[in-house]
């Protein structure tokens, strides 16, 4: 009886509840009124997944209610309530021009059809304007602009379920060595940014364990900028690679989950998610995942000082386990101010074991053993608020960052080399940094602009290493034992203006970056004084510096266009090759920093050509030339019992020319041919132990892509790379080659796709350096991952995948950070 008394009650309430909603409902229709109508194109075809926006400028209170937005059907078709009144109307479609009209809404609730015109037919698929071009294809899987080319990672199907690192090595102007080492034109000094700006996700050195981090499934594009203008920070001489994250831009909420199985065993299951709606925007990327790496070398040594030969070969695994999220939300005030927030974390942890056997004809055979563990993680908070002073691009944006990385790692070292030893090494690293920067952009006609701003780096390392001796009984061995403290401040200011007249653009800059940087050491210098230890030795290094840029652009026709750029940029040496202790990397082998170490500048020229003919072909030459002063470099050097030490050091002048040529051939409708390839010189002229020397040749990479569609829902592709023989200082590097092939098909009605690549087809893909010393030659060779296969299923959800096909970006979602959603290659 007390249960249908409840019972009774809550029908009661509900249907009261329900009456007053209904109520208010219909006094809500009463306001708004249905209006319907149809998107078409100059033939009056449908135009299916257009992005229509309705906003009424008449309106100054609660705005929000007199605006909307929403997406044409399949059929071109859409709905939507709106109230009454003058309403401007945007409407956004891929490959079509943006088109805005003003409409009275009343009483008649059929806009009828509104044509919008190809974008193809009104700019023959060329932009004129100073920003750049686009480079066309079925899709483009890359564009140029003024200042940089983009790659479509989304279009990479040879990546698929892999890391960012695989994805670098598809990257056209980028290469990717065999033992994970990253470069742009030869060049590895580059500065790797993630959505604009630095990150923890990439660790504290930015090495190629820290590249694993990010899935390709998380990644919508990487922005190749080779020559950065004024208003990027001045580091990375080899220029700047930004990784941009996904991110959806479809109305209300939208997603995809992305999971991963390969061999050598790897898993990894990703997500990402947003909603959409009015003022608030709403993001979340996460996944994680586990994987098994493997490495392989052999080292021949003929020491014809100690008149000893002697043979390494290496065997290193690794068991790598890691998780990352990242969440945000954007917040619209007015139609004029936004705030913005996101919080990233990401972890890694992993369990190495590292073989090696020594045949020497002096020391006789030997092995050593290596069985560590690692723990990563950091966290990032970020921060933004924008102002537009109207809706002409006057506008101010303030942004702040904190980053906090935290890595540990423990190695327990068993080495029977001339004589047993058992040590375990600690070596552990606490970075913590600030950002703050500020940017202001004022266009003073509708072809010119300027642009200012400012930015604070604040870094602070703590690196501490600890060797104990074991076979001693574990006490600490100070020789290698040490601990720095290295903090760096960084103050820029920029500005910049551009502008254009007829069919000439230009773009001017400066930018200033004052540096401070202070080292504390603790430890021993085992080589000059390893008994007396050294406490709080400051070391502190101060240089300010001139960035210009000069970036010229002329049009010729609508096809074709030249530009020309120049650029000053600056190396700083990274914390750890400024620490002066040395560092044991295997029984004859160590690292050691110099406190000397001076930052290295560069000065780059590009002259670049682009031509685009529609659809069918693109080509974009570009002519480059750096000169590199105090260029850093590393030396190896013998002690005087018998062990080789690495060390970097300022060895003099650079000189690095040629030309990178990217390409993309539409042959057919199912056949598609893209690639780059990097012919270049170099001349090195070195100083070092008053030994002068001088090297000098010539180098080439290539890369090439073949994608074929095999039918409407079936696309496969096969990529070669090659990278020439090449000499620096005391080195030669033979030539690496390798093969990688990927094919994708979709499946359940277009919102699933799955994908299938081997990485290596033929497991060749190998480092082979030879050294020459003055009384010594060595010969090294390294298998960085042997070949893989990767199998991964990605399915869409909510918005049908032809809308995320279709749908144009709006606007202001170009202007954020993040990228769309994963997309269909071809």
């Given at each position: 009886m007390i249960q249908t008394e409840i019972l009774n009650l809550i029908t009661k309430k509900t249907l009261g509840l329900t009456l007053v909603l209904s109520a208010a409902a219909m006094a809500f229709a009463q306001e708004k009124q249905q209006i319907s109508g149809k998107i078409v194109d100059a033939q009056n075809n449908a135009v299916p997944y257009a992005s229509i926006s309705f906003s009424n400028k008449t309106v100054k209170e609660n705005a929000a209610l007199f605006s909307d937005a929403t997406l044409t059907d399949e059929k071109g078709n859409f709905t939507i309530n709106l109230i009454p009144g003058n309403y401007e109307i945007t409407i956004d479609a891929v490959d079509f021009k943006k088109l805005v009209v003003t409409k009275s809404i009343g009483q008649n609730p059929n806009l009828g059809n509104i044509k919008i015109e190809s974008e193809q037919q009104v700019t023959n698929a060329k932009t004129k304007d100073i920003e750049g071009v686009t480079l066309t294809a079925s899709k483009p899987v890359y564009k140029v602009e003024l200042d940089k080319k983009t790659y479509d990672v989304t279009q990479d199907l040879?990546?698929?379920?892999?890391?960012?690192?695989?994805?670098?090595?598809?990257?056209?102007?980028?290469?990717?060595?065999?033992?994970?080492?990253?470069?742009?034109?030869?060049?590895?000094?580059?500065?790797?940014?993630?959505?604009?700006?630095?990150?923890?996700?990439?660790?504290?050195?930015?090495?190629?364990?820290?590249?694993?981090?990010?899935?390709?499934?998380?990644?919508?594009?990487?922005?190749?900028?080779?020559?950065?203008?004024?208003?990027?920070?001045?580091?990375?001489?080899?220029?700047?690679?930004?990784?941009?994250?996904?991110?959806?831009?479809?109305?209300?909420?939208?997603?995809?989950?992305?999971?991963?199985?390969?061999?050598?065993?790897?898993?990894?299951?990703?997500?990402?998610?947003?909603?959409?709606?009015?003022?608030?925007?709403?993001?979340?990327?996460?996944?994680?995942?586990?994987?098994?790496?493997?490495?392989?070398?052999?080292?021949?040594?003929?020491?014809?000082?100690?008149?000893?030969?002697?043979?390494?070969?290496?065997?290193?695994?690794?068991?790598?386990?890691?998780?990352?999220?990242?969440?945000?939300?954007?917040?619209?005030?007015?139609?004029?101010?936004?705030?913005?927030?996101?919080?990233?974390?990401?972890?890694?942890?992993?369990?190495?074991?590292?073989?090696?056997?020594?045949?020497?004809?002096?020391?006789?055979?030997?092995?050593?053993?290596?069985?560590?563990?690692?723990?990563?993680?950091?966290?990032?908070?970020?921060?933004?608020?924008?102002?537009?002073?109207?809706?002409?691009?006057?506008?101010?944006?303030?942004?702040?960052?904190?980053?906090?990385?935290?890595?540990?790692?423990?190695?327990?070292?068993?080495?029977?080399?001339?004589?047993?030893?058992?040590?375990?090494?600690?070596?552990?690293?606490?970075?913590?940094?600030?950002?703050?920067?500020?940017?202001?952009?004022?266009?003073?006609?509708?072809?010119?602009?300027?642009?200012?701003?400012?930015?604070?780096?604040?870094?602070?390392?703590?690196?501490?290493?600890?060797?104990?001796?074991?076979?001693?009984?574990?006490?600490?061995?100070?020789?290698?034992?040490?601990?720095?403290?290295?903090?760096?401040?960084?103050?820029?200011?920029?500005?910049?203006?551009?502008?254009?007249?007829?069919?000439?653009?230009?773009?001017?800059?400066?930018?200033?970056?004052?540096?401070?940087?202070?080292?504390?050491?603790?430890?021993?210098?085992?080589?000059?004084?390893?008994?007396?230890?050294?406490?709080?030795?400051?070391?502190?290094?101060?240089?300010n510096g001139f960035f210009p840029s000069v970036f010229l652009s002329y049009n010729i026709t609508d096809k074709s266009q030249f530009s020309l750029n120049y650029a000053r940029r600056i190396n700083r040496p990274r914390s750890f090759q400024l620490i002066p202790a040395y560092r044991l990397q295997n029984a004859t082998n160590y690292f050691k920093g110099n406190a000397d170490l001076n930052p290295s500048y560069v000065n780059s020229f590009e002259l670049g050509y682009n031509y685009s003919k529609g659809n069918k072909l693109t080509i974009n030459p570009t002519l480059y030339y750096q000169r590199t002063n105090d260029d850093i470099n590393f030396t190896v050097t013998k002690d005087t019992d018998g062990n080789y030490v690495s060390m970097p050091a300022n060895l003099g002048t650079e000189d690095r020319y040629g030309m990178d040529f990217n390409y993309n051939i539409t042959a057919t409708k199912w056949l598609r041919v893209f690639g780059n390839f990097n012919l270049f010189g170099y001349k090195n002229e070195s100083e070092f132990n008053n030994i002068k020397t001088e090297n000098s040749g010539t180098s080439f990479q290539t890369r090439l892509t073949t994608a074929i569609k095999l039918d409407k829902q079936t696309n496969l592709q096969l990529q070669g790379n090659y990278n020439a023989p090449q000499k620096t200082f005391q080195n030669e590097r033979l030539a690496i080659y390798a093969m990688n092939f990927g094919i994708s098909r979709n499946i359940l009605n277009n919102q699933g796709t799955i994908n299938l690549n081997v990485q290596d087809v033929f497991n060749t893909r190998k480092r082979r350096i030879k050294t020459y010393g003055e009384d010594f030659y060595r010969e090294a060779e390294m298998q960085f991952m042997p070949r893989t296969v990767m199998l991964s299923f990605s399915y869409r959800f909510k918005n049908k995948f032809a809308d995320e096909k279709k749908m144009k970006p709006r606007k202001q979602d170009q202007q954020r950070d993040n990228g769309g959603m994963d997309d269909v290659p071809m």
């Open positions: 040879t990546a698929k379920g892999g890391n960012l690192q695989d994805v670098l090595a598809n990257v056209p102007s980028v290469n990717v060595d065999a033992d994970g080492s990253v470069s742009m034109r030869g060049n590895s000094n580059i500065k790797f940014l993630i959505n604009g700006k630095p990150s923890s996700i990439l660790g504290i050195t930015d090495d190629s364990n820290a590249l694993k981090n990010i899935p390709a499934d998380q990644i919508e594009k990487i922005e190749v900028i080779t020559n950065p203008s004024s208003k990027y920070e001045a580091s990375g001489t080899a220029g700047i690679l930004n990784i941009v994250l996904k991110k959806s831009k479809g109305l209300g909420f939208n997603g995809s989950v992305e999971g991963t199985v390969g061999y050598l065993p790897q898993s990894r299951l990703n997500t990402n998610l947003s909603w959409n709606y009015g003022k608030f925007s709403w993001f979340v990327n996460g996944g994680g995942g586990f994987g098994k790496f493997e490495n392989k070398s052999k080292t021949y040594s003929n020491d014809t000082g100690n008149a000893e030969i002697s043979n390494i070969e290496s065997l290193n695994t690794n068991n790598f386990k890691n998780f990352n999220f990242t969440t945000g939300l954007n917040y619209n005030f007015t139609d004029f101010t936004s705030a913005n927030f996101s919080i990233t974390t990401n972890g890694n942890n992993s369990d190495s074991e590292s073989t090696s056997t020594t045949s020497s004809t002096k020391f006789g055979n030997s092995s050593r053993n290596v069985n560590g563990e690692g723990e990563n993680n950091s966290v990032q908070l970020d921060a933004g608020l924008e102002h537009k002073f109207d809706n002409k691009g006057h506008v101010l944006s303030a942004s702040g960052s904190f980053q906090k990385t935290k890595n540990n790692n423990f190695e327990d070292i068993e080495d029977n080399y001339i004589n047993s030893v058992s040590q375990n090494n600690y070596n552990n690293n606490n970075q913590k940094t600030w950002i703050a920067k500020a940017d202001y952009e004022l266009p003073i006609t509708e072809d010119s602009k300027f642009e200012a701003g400012a930015r604070y780096d604040f870094r602070n390392n703590i690196t501490e290493n600890l060797f104990y001796d074991v076979t001693a009984g574990k006490d600490l061995d100070e020789r290698f034992s040490n601990k720095t403290d290295y903090t760096e401040k960084i103050l820029a200011i920029y500005a910049q203006f551009k502008s254009k007249f007829d069919n000439f653009g230009y773009q001017l800059g400066l930018r200033n970056e004052n540096t401070n940087i202070a080292t504390v050491f603790n430890g021993y210098d085992i080589r000059t004084n390893p008994v007396t230890p050294i406490n709080n030795l400051k070391n502190t290094k101060s240089y």
